[in-house]
């Protein structure tokens, strides 16, 4: 999973590496400046201009917005609805460069896509569809970008088959927005993916654009050193190429990383080196977030008021720019800062005012999954609609060509005989019937259809149940965690044992709350997340989720025994995991009292799929609660078993069963349960 960058690099060859011929961005610039004043085609002109907007992004907003204009005027002279799109998308990236609203920056983006659209410019319909997901990013919105993103990529797989830096710039976006959301596997998984296609097509911009993200996403997962060593191996190409905006975004991760290694000076050194460059290029986020962590370091080394003074300087720009993540973050560093000083009344108000900042995200994002959803039911249902009135009309003209036919054949059978007359009749009365016997196969079809519409809207309303609720049970969680730290320190040496003990209670009820929403989430994104299907290989999937268990393993003194598997299996890496982790979790948890808990996992190829066998040691299960352990929200009333938040199992058989398998169980109490499930061989 946590590939070497620079392993990548090697793989890249000459075609990637630095070498004497490379450009940077200002020499682009000014080779395609002179070639505008050396022709007097203006539809080269438009091109020519389009790109110098395009190249200014990572030097100058407003050089960006400038060109952008100029590309706009003379694309209306002679009605070029392609150049009109490229420039109109360069105009929101400009705006969004500067922090603008990000109405104004997606309203932009939205018109660059309507003239895409009427000259069939899949290439920029994509590039947009991108950029509306970085907007989604910024405002905190992962799923809604993620789904911007993906619809961004399927217009390059529909119709753009060959490899190309925007695609590796999308793949890349993904994993940035699985990595901001929590997701650090599956975001430096599509960060990979990002970097081997860049190296494919010989682009040296994607790696100087992620490499700050890969590090975080690499830190936040415990790999520290790891971090720092992309930082130091690809910070050179950002002066190589002239990527100002990339530099001043890595020389932020760097501070991160230096602040995790508890070097606060040096971290503190290279947010101002950061935020020198977004005052020279006017990158207006980038001064927000380079104040943010620059306020964090003297945070930590007790220059309070410093700390206080740039945390208020990156709210007041993150105000302007309209950015709730940028927001957030600034007020929370005022309220941690002012309870060190001691002011709580001031570190109470700012925390009260995360709080709101928090729940308007919320509530945004809530907004906007309600809005998709009635849309995709409208959607769905207008379609249905149709397709009835299609139906109707085939089948009105099937009737009018079967009137026509009888009126042909009436007046035969009027000009032989009176038999023919006859025959007709009851042809004509079997057509009746035929037709009443249609009419209640329509009506009956018609009732289905909306005892259907009714299942799809309730099914929508509990697949997305989940995640609503996880999110809301976020707040309470933060606000017992605060206010409660607030509380312990505005009173500290001022309470009896008891109180203490309440708080003590909080802090409890607080863990029990976390590990509900853990489990709430997990069960919301297999709802929610379609199958990634991919190689998987299962010794080493195995030894994953050891590690990841390693703590728990260790204070049960359990051993886990890996038997005869298949290798390797096609299905989604990240839900097999998360199957692998909740039965070997079980299992250590629920061991018996003395008797260090043992498991083998194993598992045969068969025919159609393959089956798997997890045996423990534990105590067991009772028969009778064998249909009952899979359920939602099922708490057996087994003493001798707890079943936690009643999610983990069911988890589990959402997971085998969108692998098209099945799992069960056998067990006896005293003496240990052994999980079977399959994988079907059918999703490759």
């Known amino acids: 999973m946590k590939k070497r960058i620079s392993f990548i690099l090697f793989l890249l060859g000459v075609g990637f590496l630095p070498n004497a011929n490379t450009q940077t961005f200002q020499e682009s610039i000014d080779s395609m400046l002179s070639a505008v004043s050396l022709t007097t085609d203006k539809k080269e002109q438009i091109n020519l201009l389009n790109e110098v907007a395009y190249a200014y992004r990572r030097l100058s907003p407003d050089s960006v917005l400038s060109y952008a204009d100029k590309a706009i005027a003379l694309a209306r002279e002679i009605d070029d609805k392609e150049g009109l799109s490229f420039a109109y998308k360069n105009k929101g990236i400009g705006f969004y460069k500067l922090g603008v609203s990000p109405d104004t920056v997606i309203y932009y983006y939205q018109e660059a896509i309507?003239?895409?659209?009427?000259?069939?410019?899949?290439?920029?319909?994509?590039?947009?569809?991108?950029?509306?997901?970085?907007?989604?990013?910024?405002?905190?919105?992962?799923?809604?970008?993620?789904?911007?993103?993906?619809?961004?990529?399927?217009?390059?797989?529909?119709?753009?088959?060959?490899?190309?830096?925007?695609?590796?710039?999308?793949?890349?976006?993904?994993?940035?927005?699985?990595?901001?959301?929590?997701?650090?596997?599956?975001?430096?998984?599509?960060?990979?993916?990002?970097?081997?296609?860049?190296?494919?097509?010989?682009?040296?911009?994607?790696?100087?654009?992620?490499?700050?993200?890969?590090?975080?996403?690499?830190?936040?997962?415990?790999?520290?050193?790891?971090?720092?060593?992309?930082?130091?191996?690809?910070m050179p190409l950002h002066d190589e190429i002239g990527d100002f905006e990339s530099k001043a975004e890595t020389l932020l991760t760097l501070a991160e990383v230096k602040m995790k290694m508890g070097l606060f000076q040096e971290g503190i050194q290279h947010g101002e080196e950061a935020y020198a460059i977004a005052i020279e290029r006017g990158f207006t986020r980038i001064k927000s977030r380079a104040l943010?962590?620059?306020?964090?370091?003297?945070?930590?080394?007790?220059?309070?008021?410093?700390?206080?003074?740039?945390?208020?300087?990156?709210?007041?720009?993150?105000?302007?720019?309209?950015?709730?993540?940028?927001?957030?973050?600034?007020?929370?560093?005022?309220?941690?800062?002012?309870?060190?000083t001691g002011d709580y009344e001031q570190a109470y108000d700012y925390a009260n005012f995360y709080n709101q900042l928090v729940r308007?995200?919320?509530?945004?994002?809530?907004?906007?999954?309600?809005?998709?959803l009635e849309a995709k039911y409208q959607n769905e249902k207008q379609l249905q609609e149709i397709s009835e009135l299609r139906e109707e009309k085939e089948e009105q003209e099937k009737r009018l060509f079967g009137l026509i036919a009888l009126v042909f054949l009436g007046a035969f059978v009027l000009a032989i005989m009176i038999y023919t007359t006859r025959q007709k009749n009851k042809a004509t009365k079997a057509l009746n019937e035929k037709n009443l016997a249609l009419q209640e196969?329509?009506?009956?079809?018609?009732?289905?259809?909306?005892?259907?519409?009714?299942?799809?809207?309730?099914?929508?309303?509990?697949?997305?149940?989940?995640?609503?609720?996880?999110?809301?049970?976020?707040?309470?969680?933060?606000?017992?965690?605060?206010?409660?730290?607030?509380?312990?320190?505005?009173?500290?040496?001022?309470?009896?044992?008891?109180?203490?003990?309440?708080?003590?209670?909080i802090r409890k009820g607080t863990r029990r709350i976390e590990g509900l929403v853990k489990d709430l989430l997990?069960?919301?994104?297999?709802?929610?997340?379609?199958?990634?299907?991919?190689?998987?290989?299962?010794?080493?999937?195995?030894?994953?989720?050891?590690?990841?268990?390693?703590?728990?393993?260790?204070?049960?003194?359990?051993?886990?025994?890996?038997?005869?598997?298949?290798?390797?299996?096609?299905?989604?890496?990240?839900?097999?995991?998360?199957?692998?982790?909740?039965?070997?979790?079980?299992?250590?948890?629920?061991?018996?009292?003395?008797?260090?808990?043992?498991?083998?996992?194993?598992?045969?190829?068969?025919?159609?799929?393959?089956?798997?066998?997890?045996?423990?040691?534990?105590?067991?299960?009772?028969?009778?609660?064998?249909?009952?352990?899979?359920?939602?929200?099922?708490?057996?009333?087994?003493?001798?078993?707890?079943?936690s938040s009643g999610i983990g199992l069911a988890t589990c058989k959402k997971v085998v069963e969108d692998h098209q398998g099945k799992i069960w169980l056998e067990s006896q109490v005293g003496e240990g349960t052994t999980f079977y499930f399959t994988i079907s061989k059918n999703l490759a």
């Open 114 to 234: 309507n003239y895409a659209e009427e000259v069939n410019d899949y290439y920029t319909q994509a590039a947009c569809y991108n950029n509306i997901g970085l907007v989604g990013i910024g405002e905190l919105t992962y799923n809604e970008a993620i789904q911007y993103f993906l619809k961004g990529i399927k217009i390059f797989d529909d119709h753009i088959p060959e490899e190309s830096r925007l695609k590796a710039l999308m793949l890349g976006n993904v994993g940035t927005a699985y990595h901001r959301d929590g997701d650090n596997k599956r975001g430096i998984r599509y960060y990979e993916e990002s970097l081997a296609m860049a190296g494919r097509i010989g682009d040296k911009s994607i790696p100087s654009i992620f490499v700050d993200e890969l590090a975080r996403a690499r830190m936040e997962e415990g790999d520290i050193q790891g971090a720092l060593r992309d930082i130091t191996e690809l």
């Open 360 to 372: 308007q995200v919320q509530d945004d994002e809530k907004q906007r999954i309600t809005d998709e």
């Open 522 to 643: 997990d069960y919301s994104t297999v709802t929610n997340t379609p199958l990634e299907i991919t190689h998987v290989f299962m010794v080493q999937l195995v030894e994953e989720v050891k590690v990841d268990i390693h703590q728990l393993l260790q204070e049960k003194s359990g051993k886990i025994t890996i038997q005869q598997l298949p290798e390797p299996i096609f299905a989604d890496h990240s839900r097999i995991y998360q199957l692998l982790q909740n039965l070997l979790t079980n299992a250590l948890r629920y061991s018996r009292e003395g008797v260090p808990p043992e498991i083998v996992i194993s598992g045969e190829e068969r025919a159609r799929d393959y089956l798997f066998e997890v045996k423990d040691n534990g105590i067991g299960i009772e028969a009778e609660f064998f249909d009952q352990i899979f359920l939602l929200f099922k708490t057996l009333k087994n003493k001798t078993i707890s079943n």
């Open 292 to 340: 943010i962590w620059v306020a964090t370091g003297l945070k930590e080394t007790g220059a309070y008021t410093e700390a206080i003074d740039k945390a208020k300087q990156s709210l007041e720009i993150s105000r302007q720019g309209f950015s709730l993540e940028l927001q957030s973050r600034a007020v929370n560093i005022l309220a941690e800062t002012y309870a060190k």
């Open 441 to 505: 196969v329509e009506q009956s079809l018609f009732d289905k259809n909306q005892e259907l519409e009714r299942y799809i809207e309730s099914n929508l309303q509990l697949e997305n149940f989940a995640h609503l609720a996880s999110h809301d049970l976020r707040e309470p969680m933060r606000n017992i965690v605060s206010f409660s730290q607030l509380l312990e320190k505005s009173t500290k040496g001022k309470l009896t044992e008891r109180e203490l003990e309440y708080l003590g209670f």
